[in-house]
T-cell receptor
Framework: NAGVTQTPKFQVLKTGQSMTLQCAQD?????MSWYRQDPGMGLRLIHY???????DQGEVPNGYNVSRSTTEDFPLRLLSAAPSQTSVYFC??????????FGSGTRLTVV | AQSVAQPEDQVNVAEGNPLTVKCTYS??????LFWYVQYPNRGLQFLLK??????LVKGSYGFEAEFNKSQTSFHLKKPSALVSDSALYFC?????????????FGKGTKLSVIP
């Protein structure tokens, strides 16, 4: 049982480049979300999805896109990377009444 | 809107002493409350949760948390701290209503256990 799998673990981008952070879960969880973690800021919600075909914005959605074509996958797209998007990104999944299961994170640096 | 406050950025405690990491919350309706721990360069690990029932919740690694509805608090406790407990601790809340999936985190408390 793999849980929540995130790839890549590390990435360096140049300003203006685009990329996709991958997230997959094998627990048949309805809910998936993306957070970013910055020092002293805790975890802030970027986007979330309550099921295939349904996505919504969280607290800090600007500069990011998501889609949910299947229950298992929830990729996060950076459209035009900026240094302010340097962060550690976590994907998480959940089902009603339960806590979240987190991936191991992607450390992104934008130069 | 729901929110979580962790009033202490850092807590220092001597090994063997009891520890407390504080958390207060705000949410509409009944809360679902969680504690997570993060070790350096690692993801978040689930420690314990309060959904309903007993106000004292026991979790992993000897940790427990006390839910206090009147004070809207959910403090994390351990009777005897270990050096290996040194990590970053996050409190989180979500609503209990149908479709209330969003989990809101506090800013985290760094726990340092001194040998």
């Amino acid at each position: 049982n793999a849980g929540v799998t995130q790839t890549p673990k590390f990435q360096v981008l140049k300003t203006g480049q685009s990329m996709t952070l991958q997230c997959a879960q094998d627990m048949n969880h309805e809910y998936m979300s993306w957070y970013r973690q910055d020092p002293g800021m805790g975890l802030r919600l970027i986007h979330y999805s309550v099921g295939a075909g349904i996505t919504d914005q969280g607290e800090v959605p600007n500069g990011y896109n998501v889609s949910r074509s299947t229950t298992e996958d929830f990729p996060l797209r950076l459209l035009s990377a900026a240094p302010s998007q340097t962060s550690v990104y976590f994907c998480a999944s959940s089902k009603p009444g339960y806590g979240y299961t987190f991936g191991s994170g992607t450390r992104l640096t934008v130069v | 809107a729901q929110s979580v406050a962790q009033p202490e950025d850092q807590v220092n405690v001597a090994e063997g002493n009891p520890l407390t990491v504080k958390c207060t919350y705000s949410v509409s309706g009944n809360p679902y409350l969680f504690w997570y721990v993060q070790y350096p360069n690692r993801g978040l690990q689930f420690l314990l949760k309060y959904i309903t029932g007993d106000n004292l919740v026991k979790g992993s690694y000897g940790f427990e948390a006390e839910f206090n509805k009147s004070q809207t608090s959910f403090h994390l406790k351990k009777p005897s701290a270990l050096v290996s407990d040194s990590a970053l601790y996050f409190c989180a809340v979500r609503g209990s209503g149908a479709g209330s999936y969003q989990l809101t985190f506090g800013k985290g408390t760094k726990l340092s256990v001194i040998p």
